[in-house]
């Protein structure tokens, strides 16, 4: 398998424009995880979803966050508008169930460097 | 909530050389996962080795170890004969058993000399 692949892995973008990341999970993996990560902060969860239905969204910081997974092969990640606080690294993760099968490592892409203007 | 502590920000240790990253966490759960993830500067995120809390028993992936001491809820990554390629950020991680979601230290930065 691949791993998971995100897209694009650099954008730049101006301020009030709309950007949207893709991921593609490892195929079979039922979980998919949105992070995102910046020198203040860390790495946030964002949101995950389970089976493609999205189960905490707690994370996402405001309105202007989204997220999708229309199948088990794709999701997207979409900030409209973009405000310049936004720029950060964006990671997707997949796995297995965490718990089901204890413990399950989550495999991460490699990532979407986001910078707005 | 769960937090995740890492208190050293940066590292340096010699090439061939031991180092010892700390972590320290806090949670109420009896059951709960720990990880040490490593970022090069490819930004990839790669797991290192993985802990049980349920087991008493360190765990060893080759040149890495942990010490796992759960009573003081601490978690230290050992690397043994460092090598240039273990340059990297350093992220412990914790999750609950019924949980699904990881909880990131704050990473430590590890240099490796010549």
């Known amino acids: 398998d691949a791993g998971v692949i995100q897209s694009p892995r650099h954008e730049v973008t101006e301020m009030g424009q709309e950007v949207t990341l893709r991921c593609k999970p490892i195929?079979?993996?039922?979980?998919l995880f949105w992070y995102r990560q910046t020198m203040m902060r860390g790495l946030e969860l964002l949101i995950y979803?389970?089976?493609?239905?999205?189960?905490?969204d707690s994370g996402m910081p405001e309105d202007r966050f989204s997220a999708k997974m229309p199948n088990a092969s794709f999701s997207t990640l979409k900030i409209q508008p973009s405000e310049p606080r936004d720029s950060a690294v964006y990671f997707c993760a997949s796995s297995w169930h965490p718990t089901g099968v204890r413990g399950n490592e989550q495999f991460f892409g490699p990532g979407t460097r986001l910078t707005v203007l | 909530a769960q937090t995740v502590t890492q208190s050293q920000p940066e590292m340096s240790v010699q090439e061939a050389e031991t180092v010892t990253l700390s972590c320290t966490y806090d949670?109420?759960?009896?059951?709960?996962?720990l990880f040490w993830y490593k970022q090069p500067p490819s930004r990839q995120m790669i797991l290192v080795i993985r802990?049980?809390?349920?087991?008493?028993q360190n765990a060893t992936e080759n040149r890495f170890s942990v010490n796992f001491q759960k009573a003081a809820k601490s978690f230290s990554l050992k690397i043994s004969d460092s090598q240039l390629g273990d340059a990297a950020m350093y992220f412990c991680a914790y999750i609950a058993g019924t949980a699904s979601k990881l909880t990131f230290g704050t990473g430590t930065r590890l240099q490796v000399t010549l």
């Open positions: 195929s079979g993996h039922d979980y």
């Open positions: 802990q049980e809390a349920y087991k008493q």
């Open positions: 949670t109420s759960e009896s059951d709960y996962y």
């Open positions: 979803f389970n089976n493609n239905v999205p189960i905490d």
